[in-house]
Structure formats: C-alpha cells, structure tokens
C-alpha cells in the first residue's frame, strides 16, 4: 500500500500513528505547531499563579497551589517531550518560545491581582481547558494522545480544587464575595478566548479536523463550556459579565454576546497586559536554570558510562 493510503486508513479506522509511522509534512507540521503551543501555555502558566505561592492565606492553600504549579510543570514535560518524538528539539522549541515566534496561550497575559483570581483560574481556565483537552485524549496521534489522558485526570483535579476554594469564599464575608465577583468580570471572556477564533476565522479548524488531531471546532467547543459554566455560577451566586447571556429554548443551549475579537488579536500579538513581563520572566529563568541543565546532563552522561563500564 501507498504511505499515504495506509496513513489514510488508520485515520479511517480510528487508530493512532506512532512516531515511526509514515506521515504527511504538513500534519507533521501542524502537530509540531499545537503541541509545542500547548506545552509552552503550561509552563508560561506557571507564572500568573506561582505570584500567589508567597501570599497564599494558610498552609494547606500555599501546599495545594504548589503542588499545582508542580502539575502545570510536568504537563510541560509531557507535552515537550511529545513534541520531540515528531523530530524537533526542545531547546529550539524553547528558543521560539523566546523570540516569539510561537505563541502561547491569551490566557497567561492577564494578571492575578487577588487571590480569588488563584480560585478562578481553577473554575474557568481549568474548566475551558478541560473542555477543549478531553477530546484531544482521541487525537490522532499516540503520544499527544497519551499525554492528553494523564493531563486531563490532573485538571480535573485541578477544576475541583478551585471551584472548593471558591465555595469558601461564597460561604465567606461580603469582601470575599466581593472579590471573587470581580474576579469572574476580569477572567470570564479571557476564558472563552481559550478556545481559538470563531470557526469562520479559524485557519487551522478544517485541516486538524480532517487529520482527526481535532474533534470538534472552536466554537462547538466554547458553547459547550458556557452550557457547563452557567449552573456553576449560579451554586456559586456570582454574576457571568455578560447582558446577552440567556437560555434558548430552541437551541437548547445558551445565547451568549460577542467576544471582543479586536482583543484577542492584540493579546495573541503580544500587546497583553502581561505579555512582556511573562517572556523576560521566563527568558531569566532559562538563563538562571544554565547551570541545572549543565548539572544534569554531566550527571546523565557519568551514569551512562558507569552502566557502559559494568
Ligand atoms: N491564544 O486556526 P486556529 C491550559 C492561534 S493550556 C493564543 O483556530 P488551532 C492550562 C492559533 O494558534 C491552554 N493563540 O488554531 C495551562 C493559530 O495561530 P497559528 C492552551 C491562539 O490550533 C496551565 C491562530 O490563532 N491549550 O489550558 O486550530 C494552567 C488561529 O487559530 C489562541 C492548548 O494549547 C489562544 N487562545 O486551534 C491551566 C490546547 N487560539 O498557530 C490551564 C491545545 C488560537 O496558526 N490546542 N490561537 O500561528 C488547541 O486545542 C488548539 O491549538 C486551539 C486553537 C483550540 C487553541
């Protein structure tokens, strides 16, 4: 059979392609493109929450939001380390994260000004990124694939922790309750710019979704997420910031109002509110952590050749 035949009918049959298999350039490309996209939003993700890891309020919230942060790390890991079994390099992925010339996550560009913004980020960026991950557990590619399954049990997780913290804030004083209200206006419509343009602008939709990396589009997605938020917010007595959010009967779904896509645009083109402060910050950590990597592999490479010796 022709590669691109046998390519063509393990996508058919629902399987996975391996690393070894045969593949299209361009999905190859594409592959490369997300996954690096998704890893480098995990670990740029670290940095909005790990501001809250000296103020958290007690102990037990300080242990629990590091051994987030840790979870956010390895997903990294994970994802970078799926990435490199398509043929490119971490640090080169690491070096485009650097200049610029691949993207993370809008999300991360905003800032967490109070601590309720730690438990919000749980409900809502958690919670999107759950809705859009899930289905990326059936990706057409193994190992993005594999690593999707752990890091969505993790999220999950994750969701829950912050929609706990949240509850002990509704159960709380009128300032909590305050604090958390306003934090729901500043996070709701970053959220749903998680999930991509509209389908309309979406350039990458038709191709991912016919080589079966995606399941289903940016928007189907977003509807999704809003149809599971709103009974959220209501247990949680909060407000979602939006006039034309109302149930529809007859789409059996909720209407929403317009995303301010002028926004996205701007924030994807690095004129967020934290755009430059996240990249120095992670550029200092890269160059700080030299003498780490440095450590690790003289360590690796020592043990290679005691194993090489015996
Ligand atoms: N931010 O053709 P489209 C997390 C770009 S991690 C920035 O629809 P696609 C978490 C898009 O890349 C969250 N850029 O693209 C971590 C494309 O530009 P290029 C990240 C965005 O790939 C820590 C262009 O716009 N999740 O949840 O088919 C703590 C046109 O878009 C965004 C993932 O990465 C955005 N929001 O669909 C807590 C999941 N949206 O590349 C939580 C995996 C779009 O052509 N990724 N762009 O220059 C995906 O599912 C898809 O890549 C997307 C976009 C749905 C995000």
């Not at 939709?205 to 928007?219: E, G, L, P, T, V």
Request: aromatic share 8%; proline share 4%.
């Amino acid at each position: 059979m022709e590669q691109q035949e046998q390519f063509d009918a393990v996508l058919a049959a629902d399987e996975r392609i391996e690393p070894r298999d045969w593949m299209p350039e361009k999905y190859r490309a594409t592959l490369i493109r997300q996954i690096a996209q998704h890893a480098h939003s995990e670990i740029i993700g670290m940095q909005p929450e790990g501001a809250w890891l000296t103020k958290a309020p007690s102990l037990r919230r300080k242990a629990i939001l590091l051994a987030k942060v840790q979870d956010e790390a390895g997903h990294g890991m994970y994802l970078y380390s799926a990435a490199e079994t398509l043929g490119v390099d971490r640090s080169d992925l690491l070096d485009r994260l650097h200049t610029g010339a691949q993207k993370y996550s809008t999300i991360f560009n905003y800032p967490t000004l109070e601590w309720a913004d730690v438990g919000v980020i749980g409900w809502l960026v958690d919670g999107a990124a759950i809705v859009n991950q899930v289905p990326l557990c059936r990706c057409s590619y193994g190992p993005y694939a594999r690593a999707m399954i752990r890091i969505c049990k993790e999220e999950s997780f994750h969701q829950r922790q912050g929609f706990e913290m949240l509850l002990a804030l509704r159960d709380g004083t009128d300032g909590q309750r305050a604090m958390l209200q306003d934090a729901v206006n500043r996070w709701w419509w970053p959220s749903l710019m998680m999930f991509g343009p509209p389908d309309g602008a979406s350039a990458n939709s038709s191709a991912s979704m016919a080589w079966k990396i995606k399941r289903h589009s940016n928007d189907d997605l977003r509807q999704r997420f809003v149809d599971m938020t709103v009974p959220q917010a209501d247990v949680l007595g909060v407000r979602l910031p939006d006039n034309d959010l109302r149930w529809n009967a007859e789409r059996n779904s909720h209407d929403f109002g317009e995303i301010d896509w002028e926004e996205f645009a701007r924030v994807v083109k690095g004129d967020g509110p934290c755009n430059t402060e996240r990249i120095e910050r992670r550029t200092a950590a890269h160059t700080e952590g030299e003498w780490v990597r440095e450590a690790a592999t003289a360590y690796a490479r020592k043990q290679a050749a005691k194993v090489g010796a015996a």
